[in-house]
């Protein structure tokens, strides 16, 4: 799944993607840049 990494500045495909649901019951995707290590989030996923 490819989410929008804020350092790199790019799409990128998402290294160790996990399935989580927001405190407003709608549904995310978290992981981590393949990249640059850092932090990758995307919402309705």
Partial sequence: MQAYCV???RKRE???P???TMKNGK???K???P???TKMYR???
């Fill in 7 to 9: 350092k790199c500045q």
């Fill in 14 to 16: 998402m290294k160790n």
């Fill in 18 to 20: 996990q399935k989580t």
């Fill in 27 to 29: 549904k995310a995707t």
């Fill in 31 to 33: 992981g981590v840049c």
């Fill in 35 to 37: 990249v640059c290590g």
């Fill in 43 to 45: 919402i309705g996923g």
